[in-house]
């Protein structure tokens, strides 16, 4: 348990840090420094955070109709969906989507 109260603790700094840097502006969201997580720095950012970005590489899936607080990220590489004049062609986009893996990631 010390290493959740004291992760919670340097989140906390972290985010009143980020805070008065921007004049108070509220911090909401976070991304988890590399990419790494587990389940006990999860519960320290659900304590502060709206939403916590990961670098897992999915899509992220909607569990009846609740949108999740832990959310994964992508890159869309631009060759995947521009055609040979430079423009987005969305129905590229769309197979493009459509062939990736879909994921709830942890929930808090």
């Not at 108070?24 to 304590?47: C, F, K, N, Q, W």
């Not at 897992?56 to 899936?61: H, S």
């Not at 999740?68 to 060759?79: D, G, H, Q, S």
């Amino acid at each position: 348990m010390a290493e959740t109260a004291s992760g919670t603790g340097e989140l906390r700094e972290s985010k009143a840090q980020l805070s008065a840097l921007l004049e108070g502006a509220p911090i909401e969201t976070m991304s988890l420094p590399h990419g790494s997580y587990d389940s006990e720095l999860l519960r320290a950012a659900a304590v502060d955070f709206e939403l916590v970005f990961t670098s897992d590489g999915c899509l992220n899936a909607v569990d009846r109709g609740r949108p999740p607080t832990v959310l994964a990220r992508i890159e869309i590489p631009a060759e995947a969906i521009v055609g040979a004049a430079g423009e987005v062609r969305p129905e590229l986009l769309a197979l493009w989507l459509f062939r990736r893996p879909h994921a709830t990631l942890a929930t808090v």
